[in-house]
Structure formats: structure tokens, C-alpha cells
């Protein structure tokens, strides 16, 4: 019970409650016993002026008869205390007492002078009252303040739960919504504001987790689709050949066919190893220092093979010499895969071309090609895994679908960017950004081989 939320709720307002009632509460009994006493003081202090008024009054009427003065001073008080003396130094002249002994009592004076004597008017009263009164109160408070407390929790005990509704109807819904149905989102209407923060919240990480999860299914069902064609054509090939008894140069050349699938298996499996690893956050630059403008020209070189079997021309233009500092493999198989990409999707006759520029704080290598480039709404999906843009991209070209989605990772684990510009017909460009400084930082003085640039 201590556990729940609306329990506490009720229970940190219900000791508000309470702190505030107490201290409303005592406010009010010593407001009312300092009032009670205050209205005692305030008509003796106006009794003691009226009866010394009476008393001057009085010894004129009775030219100077002093005790009868005194007499008819306190015979003709109407006091509203019970209690009056008029004295002359200790002596009393004359009393009036109507008082309870033994009862707490105030008292209230005044010195007249006449005759060329002094005297003095004393009136009191009894406190009992203002006693009574104040007990009274207090009685009627300590009665009060359980039935006050027991309605208060009651109340918000109720006010708690209503305020807490619309928690429990989005626990319900949250109930409700498996990995299948993450497209639906927590409704609660018209609530307050810190719900509806809450809600919107929620409904964000929903929305995320559904993105997650779309990506997984689709990344899941087009790997299962990569793989399956290699291993098909093996087991294809693998069946014929055991089907019955050939010829060795049959052996070859189906044993060829399961090398060559093979291997592109092998590399898409690599492939999704890396790129598993680098959602899982596992994967960590190995970082060197090295000449960049070298890397691309030694990439450029290992690209002129394939790309003159296609009948298309490679131009390197890596520039001056440019010490950087980064993962040396990673950044390899960026422009490898640029590379390949590009002698990949143009035609023969066509050219690729690799630029290495240095800017304040960057560096920038541009891959640009005359192939068949890539529509606009293709050229916003390029870079996501198994994706190929156009039915002229297929497999039958020898890609998977994940050159460009690793090209994306390594750019961005530099703490760099990459971009594609195309134009259907006439080429695409992709341009890698990496932060560069000079001196310092991206890059350090090295002591490597110079490389003749292609």
C-alpha cells in the first residue's frame, strides 16, 4: 500500500492539510484570547476614567466630603468588571467587590488630585471569562480538526485518483501495443499539461521504437533475400554436379561457380558483421597517422583493373600532400566502395574521377561519375541497407545494397558526412566531408613513403 502512488499523494496533501489547518487553527485561538483580553483592558481603562470623573464630580456636590465622595463613586459605577476601589495612599476609602476569589484578574488605574491630596481609583476584573472562552474555541478546534482531516483525506484520497485517471488508461493502452502493433500511439484526450507532456513523450519513443523496428524487419527480410541467392546457386550447382558422373572440366566449372558465390557471400557477410557491430556501438577506430592524398591514389591505382575491363577511364587528382589522422582501413574501403560504386553504374566509354581538396578545418573527397545516375527521390535512400535505386541497379551488378550504407557509417564515425548529387543520365557525385586541423589534432607529422600519385 505504501508503494502506491496515489497513497502518497494523498498522504504528503493530507500533511499539508494538516500543517496548514493547525497553524490556521492556533492563529485563531490566540486571536480570539488576545482580543477577549485586549476588550477587558480597553473598558477598565474607560471604567477607571469614568469613576474618577464621578469622584471629582462628587467631592465638589459634597464641597470636599471626601469619603462620601468615595461612597457615591462606587455606588453609582455600573461596572462591567466586578471589582473597585477608591484609596487614598494604602487606605481604602471605599470598595465594591463582586468577584470569585482566587480567580486571575486585571487591573486598570487612575491618580486624581484634588483638595491638595492624592487619590486613586482601582478597578478589576476576572480573566475567567476570556479563560472560559478561549477553552471554548480550543475544544471546538480539537473536535473539528479529525472530522476536517478525515473529509480532507477522503478528498483527496478521490481527488488523487482522478488526477491519476489518465495514467492508469495509458497503462492500459501501453498493455495493449506489442512489437506488432508499434504504429499505435497513447490517446488520453483532453488532460492536463504535464500529462500531455508525458503523453508526448511516450508517443515519440514509440515512434522510434517503431522506425527500430521496421529497420530490423526490412533489414532482416533483405538480408534473408542476399542470402538466400548465393546460397541457392551453390546448392544448385552442388546438386547438378552430384546428380551423376561428369566430365572433370564440369567439376571446375561448377566448383568456379560455388568459389565465385562464395566469396560474394563471404563479403556480405562481413558486411552485415560490420555494420552489426556498428549499431552495437563495438566497433573502434583503429586510428594511425598517414598521408590521405596517398590512400586515394592507392586506391585509384587498384581501381584502374575493373574499371578498364569495363571500358571505363579512371582520373585521380589526390593533390598535395595531406598528413591525416584516422582509421586508415575504414577510410580504404570508404573510397574503395565510392570507387566501385561508380565504375559499377557507367557505362563504357565513361569516366571516374577521385579529388582530394583541403579547406580551413576540412577535408573533402569527391568520387563523380558519367554513369546512369540516380532519380531524386532515390538519391534521399541511397544510403540505406539493401537498397538499390532503379531497376538498373540489381544484383546482377554485383552489389548488395551495402556499399554505400558502410560508406555513410565510416564518414560518420570520423565525425564526418557524405552527400550524393545525381542527375538521371548524366552522373552522380558523392562528396565526403571529414573535419581536418592542420598542425594538430586530425593531423600529425608523419614519417611514411611518398607514393607517386596515378
Known sequence: MTRSFRFR?????????????????????SGISKTLRARIDDSLVYEADTAAGIFLDELDETK???????????????LHGDEIYVMEGARTLASKAAGAAGDPRTVASREVAALGRKFRIVVSASLRPVADTSRAALEVILIALPLVLGLAGIGGYLLAGRTLRPLRGMAEQARRITDSSLNTRI??????EEMETLVTAFNELLSRLDQSFDG????????????RTPLS??????????????APAEYRASLAVILDESRGLSRLVDDLLNLARA????????????????????????????????????????????????????????????????????PQGGRVSASL??????????????????????????????????????????GFGLGLAIVKWIAESHGGSVECESIPGKGSTFTVTLPYTSGTGAAVPLDVPKVTPV
Open 233 to 246: 546457386v551453390i546448392r544448385g550447382e552442388a546438386d547438378v554436379a552430384l546428380s551423376t558422373e561428369r
Open 216 to 227: 530490423m524487419r526490412r533489414f532482416v527480410a533483405d538480408a534473408s533475400h542476399e542470402l
Open 187 to 192: 490517446e488520453i484526450g483532453r488532460a492536463a
Open 357 to 398: 581538396e583541403r579547406g580551413a578545418g576540412w577535408v573533402r573527397l569527391r568520387i563523380s561519375d558519367t554513369g546512369i545516375g540516380i532519380s531524386a527521390e532515390d538519391t534521399r535512400r541511397v544510403f540505406e541497407r539493401f537498397y538499390r535505386a532503379g531497376e538498373a541497379r540489381s544484383r546482377q551488378d554485383g
Open 279 to 346: 549499431d552495437a556501438g563495438r566497433v573502434r577506430l583503429q586510428e594511425s597517422g598517414f598521408y590521405l592524398n596517398e590512400l586515394v591514389a592507392d586506391c585509384c591505382r587498384g581501381a584502374q583493373a575493373p574499371a578498364g575491363a569495363r571500358g571505363v577511364a579512371v582520373e585521380c587528382r589526390p593533390g598535395d600532400d595531406l598528413q591525416f589522422r584516422g582509421d586508415e582501413e575504414l577510410l580504404r574501403r570508404l573510397v574503395l566502395n565510392l570507387l566501385d560504386n561508380a565504375i559499377r553504374y557507367t
Open 64 to 78: 470636599g466630603d471626601v469619603q462620601a465622595s468615595a461612597n457615591e463613586t462606587v455606588t453609582a459605577m455600573k
Open 9 to 29: 499523494l494523498t498522504a504528503l496533501y493530507l500533511a499539508l492539510f494538516a500543517l496548514l489547518f493547525t497553524l490556521f487553527s492556533l492563529s485563531i485561538y
